[in-house]
């Protein structure tokens, strides 16, 4: 019996642990500090638990909510600037496909504000921000902020001085469900010393994940650039320089021995070369600049037309050379042997050679760029061994040599190719911009457009049916030659489908996003002409075409009445607009046929999105029952209405109910598993039809 009782306790503890979902993973302190007689600093500070980001002020259009601060205005203060932030981590968000700018472990904003009486005062403000992890993306929380400012002592003096004063409200999302709106006192000092300890341990341990993920990225472009100097060896400024060079060395030393050294010595000043070159373009940018320059507007721009510039290049429009007069002076120096001698035969390469790797070059150190840091230093180091390899490996093993292709015709069809695929990428750097300013001249049509126009030139070109300045007449093309061109010409029917809808998951991250569209369904698909879907008169009143063309409502109360209706049961999915994980679960599980089939046959969906930022209408406004305050927005109606009834307010989260409103099922959450996401979806049905 005592066993029976114990197990009861068990179940009923991890019951509520798993579907008793408050989150509460952000605490916010405030405090202010003294500037100078007039001036104060409103200091908030948001302690961040682990695997939780909370984003920063500034995020582009289309991805998610962020943090604001508004103050009331008041006489006795004005505000000086706008609220500064921490630096946070900026980077590419896959699912956004956008650079978007978000805080881990700890987060602080500072207002400065300017008094303009002798007296003290009190500012008052509101926060509001989301918060996400990798599995759930919470509604947005308001949180009052009250800093009080005391009156300026007489005589005081003017030195800077911080002054922590009451912390006005240590808010996060379970304050509004245990005590509406609770002040806490002022920390002890032990408090406080434990608190910046715990805070410092925080922001160790963030800059740690920052450290190690830079690390995988310098390693990235290692890689990247290491292959490119491999390709750069293909071109015809290169590859024919190898064996005379080599020779060279071998010839002209006493012994095997010495030329093999030189050969070695030769290599070494190639990447000291190169590698100066990125610390040159690392230093004289700054490590921190390169990378904001990557994520400006103006400047994907800038990179559009360098790239492009460099694309005509390669294509054979004109070539890129340094002046003459360098590599005169290079080849003198050369003259005087030794060390100094091989160096400056090195520099006469790499100045002979610029109008095949200046525009890798180029390219390669825009991409290094939005690493920002040391990455145009690694990825010079990682092009520059690439070309320096081969000097020292054939010097070592002269009889290698025998084995290389012979100089023809070919050389020139790498450096073309080079031309097209950079013609390509170019393109990402407008789109990037396009983007930003959301001005819809480069969308998701536009761009897979271009792409299948300059892969399909490109495959023409490898079969010979185009032809470039520079090429020699083609006869005949070789069995390499041809594969290449198949491959090329499959990718661009590969991406033919892209117009009219599918995902493209090949190329994922580089075109635009589905919803940057002239037609998220197509070019030439509307609901109302074609594809089978649904027309506007086959829609129950209130409802809409909702992902995956599953018929929906964003109204409680009209889709339950369908529900009944229609007598099918009901789910309730609690989203919102800017929920990554939201969009996971309807783009790759109940895109799955069977999950998809329950959804638009068996099922009524009511999807209640809880930062729908649309004001509430005019007789319908409410009193929060957790807080006391007036709710604003439809969003905060959906996001009160899951934390009361549900326990939960974490999205996505899914009910199924009958229709007296009673769960058929547990609820559950974000459920990557297509196969456990239908078994929970059926036995919903299966429940209701019992």
């Known amino acids: 019996m005592k066993k029976f009782f114990l197990s009861l306790l068990l179940a009923t503890i991890s019951f509520t642990a798993v579907h008793s979902q408050i989150l509460d993973p952000v605490e916010w302190s405030t405090s202010v500090k003294k500037v100078s007689e007039t001036e104060y600093d409103l200091i908030s500070k948001a302690i961040i638990d682990d695997k939780w980001h909370l984003y920063s002020q500034v995020v582009p259009e289309d991805g998610p909510l962020p943090t604001v601060f508004r103050f009331e205005a008041n006489d006795a203060y004005k505000l000086v600037g706008k609220t500064k932030e921490d630096k946070g981590v900026t980077e590419l968000d896959p699912v956004f496909d956008m650079v978007i700018t978000y805080f881990e472990k700890t987060a602080t904003f500072t207002q400065r504000i300017k008094l303009t ?23 947005p929380t308001y949180v009052d902020l009250v800093f009080n400012i005391p009156a300026p002592a007489p005589g005081s003096a003017t030195t800077t001085t911080t002054d922590d004063t009451e912390a006005s409200e240590n808010l996060d999302s379970s304050d509004e469900t245990d005590e509406a709106l609770a002040a806490i006192d ?3 000092d032990e408090t406080a010393l434990n608190a910046e300890q715990a805070s410092k341990d925080a922001s160790l341990s963030a800059v740690q994940q920052t450290k190690k993920q830079e690390e995988k990225g310098l390693w990235t472009i290692f890689i990247v650039a290491f292959l490119f100097g491999f390709t750069a060896l293909l071109t015809p400024c290169i590859f024919p320089m190898i064996p005379m060079t080599v020779s060279f060395f071998t010839k002209q030393s006493k012994t095997r021995a010495i030329g093999i050294k030189n050969a070695i010595i030769y290599g070494i000043a190639i990447i000291v070369i190169y590698v100066f070159l990125g610390a040159v373009v690392t230093w004289f940018f700054g490590a921190d600049a390169l ?38 002076k290079a080849d003198k120096q050369a003259d005087r042997g030794g060390m100094i001698g091989i ?21 390669l150190l825009v991409e290094a760029a939005s690493k920002g840091g040391i990455a145009p230093f690694v990825g010079m180091f990682g092009f520059s061994l690439a070309l320096a390899l081969p000097f020292a490996l054939f010097a070592a093993f002269p009889g290698w040599m025998n084995s290389l292709p012979k100089s023809g015709g070919w050389l020139n069809t790498v450096k073309v190719f080079l031309g097209f695929l950079e013609l390509a990428l170019a393109f990402k750097f407008l789109s990037n911009a396009d983007l930003v300013l959301q001005l819809h001249w480069l969308e998701r049509e536009v761009f897979l457009a271009i792409w299948i126009a300059v892969f ?12 470039l300045p520079h090429d020699s007449p083609v006869t005949n093309i070789s069995v390499g030659r041809a594969s290449l061109a198949m491959l090329v010409l499959a990718f661009t029917v590969y991406l033919i489908p892209g117009l009219w809808g599918a995902p493209l998951k090949l190329i994922s991250g580089f075109p635009p996003p589905m919803q940057y569209s002239e037609s998220p369904y197509g070019v030439g698909y509307t609901k109302s002409s074609g594809g089978g879907g649904a027309t506007a008169q086959e829609f129950p009143e209130g409802s809409h075409l909702g992902p995956q063309d599953i018929i929906a409502f964003k109204d409680y109360d009209t889709g339950l009445a369908y529900a009944k209706k229609v007598g099918k049961p009901v789910l309730i999915d609690f989203t919102g607009f800017a929920c ?35 004001p509430l209408p005019d007789g319908e406004e409410i009193t929060s029952e957790i807080s006391g305050k007036k ?51 059926r036995s919903g049905v299966k429940a209701f039809e019992k």
């Open 580 to 614: 990554v994980n939201c969009r996971k679960m309807e783009e790759r599980v109940w895109s799955e046929p069977k999950i998809l089939k329950l959804l638009k046959e068996d099922i009524v969906l009511i999807s209640l999105y809880v930062d729908d930022k649309r």
């Open 343 to 363: 160096f400056f035969m090195a520099l006469a390469l790499a100045i002979v050679s610029f109008s095949c790797t200046g525009p890798i070059i180029g390219y």
């Open 117 to 139: 009486g002798n007296k003290g005062t009190t500012v008052k403000g509101e926060l509001e921000f989301m918060v996400c992890d990798d599995t759930n993306c919470l509604p």
């Open 631 to 681: 709710l604003r927005y439809i969003g905060q109606k959906w996001s009160e209405f899951q934390i009361l009834k549900y326990e939960a307010n974490a999205q996505p989260f899914y009910v199924l109910m009958d229709h007296d409103e009673s769960n058929l099922v547990d609820p559950i959450g974000y459920t990557p598993d297509g196969e456990e996401y239908y078994a929970w979806l």
């Open 186 to 188: 002022s920390p002890s």
């Open 456 to 467: 399909g030139a490109l495959a023409l070109y490898l079969f010979g049916k185009i032809q």
């Open 291 to 328: 990378n904001a320059l990557s994520t400006n507007v103006w400047f994907n721009v800038i990179f559009f037309l360098l790239i492009l510039f460099f694309a005509f290049s390669f294509l054979g429009a004109y070539e890129i050379t340094l002046p003459s007069s360098w590599a005169t």
